[in-house]
């Protein structure tokens, strides 16, 4: 790529940069709808995503971490893959698999992210024994996410997990929904539960930092704080009009130009393992959201579309696939 070709797509550049000034400033989409996920970096200093009582209770998670034996994340989509990548940077394949001694932080399991029996099943089989071959009862913890509260997956594998293992456990239940409607809401007033609430504004492929991930982080013992510090070093870092000065920028031209020139997509390509691999999923997922699931913007092929960046802690992670839509996604 040379100079001259970001000149031609500097116009594109400067109206995308206006673009996302006005979603900051205003808080809507192009339709008028609430798009409020450039304020996630702040949202353990800020009201407007998460209040005072929310945050009193993530401190009491994060201090009881120690004394769980078990989480099992349910939720599908948005829910899943953001808990399901930080799952995977910060624990590992291997975090279930060591002593609890040497852990001294819960195993970790996910369920509700797909309707197969077979995987449930063998789920609840493996918590039934560890809990009968266990000296001391197991306390688990359900983590159930559900924006609407009444989501098919999530909502059965909490019905089959819930009886079968209050039935031999202590089993606490915290639940992330809704904050003014939908029956996961009123179970969780009805019984007690300890609940937070999916925030306005925030698509589930963007949940990750917002109550859905934090909370699943003070659960597993992953410093959420220093999450989201490396979240508004990012965001602060996206927020210059220069493009060698802003990573964001620097990198949406490319696959523009490439499909200027050659008429085709031109996605980069990227050697993904470890944790990478599951970031690399949820990422491909939030800009399908983003780019509205491979239907033509409203500028036609030569917008910019935003791309995604995540950032954990000093690591960080930038990906894009192609800067066209209407197009099959490779």
């Known amino acids: 790529m040379q100079d001259q070709d970001i000149q031609k797509a500097m116009p594109s550049i400067r109206q995308a940069v206006n673009d996302v000034e006005t979603i900051r400033r205003d808080g809507k989409g192009p339709t008028g709808e609430l798009v409020l996920f450039p304020h996630l970096p702040y949202i353990l200093s800020e009201d407007l995503l998460m209040d005072e009582k929310e945050r009193q209770q993530l401190a009491k998670l994060e201090a009881s971490a120690t004394s769980i034996d078990v989480v099992v994340s349910i939720g599908i989509g948005g829910s899943y893959l953001g808990n399901k990548a930080l799952f995977d940077a910060f624990c590992g394949p291997y975090w279930n698999m060591g002593l609890a001694s040497e852990r001294q932080l819960p195993q970790v399991f996910f369920a509700g992210q797909n ?46 997990l819930y009886p079968r293992l209050s039935a031999i456990c202590h089993v606490e239940v915290i639940t992330i929904t809704d904050k003014q409607h939908g029956l996961l809401l009123s179970q969780s007033q009805e019984k007690h539960w300890m609940h937070f609430s999916v925030p306005e504004g925030i698509g589930g492929r963007f949940s990750v930092l917002s109550q859905v991930g934090i909370v699943f982080c003070a659960l597993c013992g992953i410093d959420y704080q220093e999450m ?40 980069s390509g990227y050697a993904l393992w470890g944790p990478a691999e599951q970031l690399w999923t949820l990422v491909c ?6 780019s509205g699931k491979g239907k033509e913007p409203p500028g036609g092929n ?29």
């Open 115 to 160: 309707a197969d029996p077979e995987s449930l099943s063998a789920l609840i089989r493996y918590l039934e024994v560890k809990a009968k071959t266990t000296e001391k009862q197991l306390n688990i913890v359900l983590l159930v996410i559900s924006k609407s509260g009444s989501t098919i997956e999530p909502m059965s594998a909490f019905y089959a």
């Open 228 to 267: 989201i510090q490396g979240a508004k070093e990012c965001d602060q870092a996206c927020q210059g009009k220069d493009w060698k000065e802003n990573p964001a920028l620097a990198l949406a031209p490319f696959p523009l130009s490439g499909y200027r020139f050659a008429r085709r997509d031109s996605g």
């Open 285 to 290: 997922s939030a800009d399908g959201r983003i």
């Open 302 to 330: 030569d917008s910019l579309r935003p791309h995604a960046g995540a950032f954990f802690g000093n690591y960080g992670y930038a990906f894009h696939d192609s800067g066209t839509s209407g197009r099959p996604k490779q």
